[in-house]
């Protein structure tokens, strides 16, 4: 009887065949990528798992009609390429697509146990130079494919290319998995219509209980957030800091950033684990960062939650002041040194430059920009005062001019 | 004589002692008073066992650890014989029984609820589970003495839990291999590793009550003290019936060795 128990595990069924159908990367192969691509590890695109629409930025359209486009595919799955007439026809590794005039090719991968099926388009877009000054108000805002929480897009093409997908990133997908009753208006992340200094939309941006699930991973808040870069929704439970990646590749050198803010701390200021600390008032954070994106090696860099301030590629820095320990690390007081109130502000953040920016380097996207707002400066680390209300508007970027 | 018969005789001598003691024996082992008496039983016992799917259903890929958790048993019967051969009798046990196990699992469908928020989708990676269960269960049995010393029991019981823990948390596998898909396989990857698991509470969901089959043996090894082994399977799903985070319905097998007095 007790070994009817035991034996259990001899009772194990054959494997059942993947159910998922994601194309996990994108390559293609040139001889010389550097005279598509602005770098070379462009010619390879993860894919998120919640993204269908993939698209290469490229410097021109000459040579693309004829790309070996290799696709990695969840294991067991099968793709499909649509040809002109919508007809799918199983689509090899290796085989040539036409990418030309910039053409949406469609794919579609079914999965091993041919139950599932997804359907991804890839494009190669000629990328339209960002300018150098730009002011960015928040107006652009609907909801996300599934009609959970807002989220901001940047329709002018000149500067939609600093924006990854061409959208401002923030919290709210990873506040979807934790609080799915949420209404859209109470994601940490929303649009406050009229709202802002000029009559027009802004964005409110605050700190929210995660409820129980955000409890059962130990990540009790979400600090409202919104920056250009990349929020890996797939990497936010297990290490939240370096699922929110910071910055675009920018060909321009940025001097300062200029932002209507005004701020209302919350109540309480808790710990990790959800404990009040006394003493402590919650503070909003607001930077920029210009940094090289490629090592040594050729490989991309990204900065993320862990080391935006500290990464060895950063060039360049500006951030709301803030009361700092001696090594830089953050320090938590009672003495918020910002400027800011519940009254509009229009702050000045100056770049400050630590090291050369290589005007050949500047011209060929080897740096990126990141720009980025938080309700709770220590948000990364689940930290700060649930209620602490950041709002903002009319994000500016004034850059050097005579640099080309 | 040869070897041969010698050896036959001696069986023969051997059976018809053993036969000629069983047939005193009935008496001797028989109920306290007379064949048909009734009687009491006291009995405490070591429990092991566990909660599980039956069959394992294909998500479930390999059981890295299945440890059950040391159990006891005490309680009463009373018995009552109506012939030689057969009688009745009905218990009433107190028990605590449960196991914690690892497994590995792939497009595990899970849907967990917590404050009207509900995360639901399908899992690949590693599960593990903490069960305990304190309760009583009536045992209603039908008796039969196999010979003088050998009893048999079977018929169906019935459990109510006083506490109860079905808990545990999911992450990565030993390949690194831990995610949730949410809603379904071609939805949002969530990655869940062992540094930050994700933790889960089911005890509040499980059913009050279970029913099922309990066979039992009983050995008469003195004229007061039984040895005996049963098998507690349980027919009823252990989920309230309007429970969906777990898809399978999963059932308690508890065994039990002990120490029976008869009165």
Redesign the interface.
Known sequence: ??L???S??S??????M?????IESVSVHVDNPISIFHHEYDTLKVVG??SDRIVFLIRSQENVSQLPLTLNLTSGATAFIKDANGNFSEFKNGSLVDFSQEREQVFRVL?EDKN???TYSIVFEHEIPAEGDFTLGFEDYTLDATGKYYEWQVLDAKVANVFTDGKWKNGN?GYK??????KPMEYPSVPVVDGGPDGSSCVKLETKDT???GS???MRLASGSMFNGIFD???????ALKATRFGSPFTHKPEKMTVWLKYEPGAVFQDRMGKPMEGIIDEPDAYVVFYRNQDESGNEVMIDGNDMFTNPHIVGLGRLPHNLNEDGSDKLCDTPIHGLSSTWKLVDIPVVYQKEVDPEILANKGYSLAISFASSWQGGYFQGAIGSKLFLDNVSLYCEKDEQ | MTNKMKYILAVVALLSATIMQAQDSWEKWGPTRGMKGAGVLVRAGYTIGGTTPLPLPEEIRSINAFSPKGGATIGVDVYKMFCKRWGASMGWHFFYEGFHTSADVKNYKMSLTMDGNTMSGYFTGTDITNTDMWGMTIPILATFRISPRWNLSFGPYFSTYFKKNFSGEVYDNEKGVGYLRVNDPTGEKVNIDRNNPATYDFSDNMFQWNAGMEVGFDWKACKHMNVFAKLDWGMTNIWEPDFDAVAFRMYPIYATIGLAYRY
């Open positions: 009887m007790v009817g128990v035991f259990l595990s009772c194990i069924k054959e494997e059942p993947n159910a998922e159908c994601d798992s919640a999965s599932w099926n997804r997908p998995l934790c609080k799915s009753s949420a409820g129980s699930f059962m991973v130990n929704v797939s990497n936010a439970l297990k290490d």
